[in-house]
T-cell receptor
């Protein structure tokens, strides 16, 4: 079955530093990947749509310079949280669109970011 | 306006009984997809079931079935013979068509507690 690997699963960083989160589709090519953010006990909020070879499309209210997305290949998208602050602490989860299937997006296992 | 509405923040069900989790949606697209995902405490998103807007029959996947009422714009999830392992957060999601930019948005979720 379709597998998406997300790394790291958790990270603690100091305020002001940057953190990169990777999302890889292991057995299929994903032209589109999505990045979500989830606060405790809340739903997933779409942050941006990552398209291979082009700029990401950000949702309203998401800072492009804060959350840098790169989708340089058909199997890898990265989200970099720049100059992280405690309010950026959250659960970040990616999903990949395996074209041609109606069986839902495949999600990574998520990354829990804590900024201290 | 809310596009996906889950009105039950929490639900309790006795083990081995059936439970229905409610979901209503709003879209102007004619073509769209409806999904249910399960999120256990580990955070991973587990795809459960899919219903296409043009599907005439309700989707079923093992103990999961989707009660699709298009005119009422509802897509309720029915879990039969509940098990203790079903205790988790459940999200209803909709992937809109062209009008919605082919994005998937999630409802607020329902936390299901299965009692022994």
């Amino acid at each position: 079955g379709a597998v998406v690997s997300q790394h790291p699963s958790w990270v603690i960083c100091k305020s002001g530093t940057s953190v990169k989160i990777e999302c890889r589709s292991l057995d299929f090519q994903a032209t589109t990947m999505f990045w979500y953010r989830q606060f405790p006990k809340q739903s997933l909020m779409l942050m941006a749509t990552s398209n291979e070879g082009s700029k990401a499309t950000y949702e309203q209210g998401v800072e492009k310079d804060k959350f840098l997305i790169n989708h340089a290949s058909l199997t890898l998208s990265t989200l970099t949280v720049t100059s992280a602050h405690p309010e950026d602490s959250s659960f970040y989860i990616c999903s990949a669109d395996r074209q041609g299937t109606n069986y839902g997006y495949t999600f990574g296992s998520g990354t829990r970011l804590t900024v201290v | 306006a809310q596009k996906i509405t889950q009105t039950q923040p929490g639900m309790f069900v006795q083990e081995k009984e059936a439970v229905t989790l409610d979901c209503t949606y709003d879209t102007s697209d004619q073509s769209y997809g409806l999904f249910w995902y399960k999120q256990p405490s580990s955070g991973e998103m587990i795809f459960l079931i899919y219903q296409g807007s043009y599907d005439e029959q309700n989707a079923t996947e093992g103990r999961y079935s989707l009660n699709f009422q298009k005119a009422r714009k509802s897509a309720n999830l029915v879990i039969s013979a509940s098990q203790l392992g079903d205790s988790a957060m459940y999200f209803c999601a909709m992937r809109e068509g062209r009008t919605g930019g082919f994005k998937t948005i999630f409802g607020a979720g329902t936390r299901l507690f299965v009692k022994a």
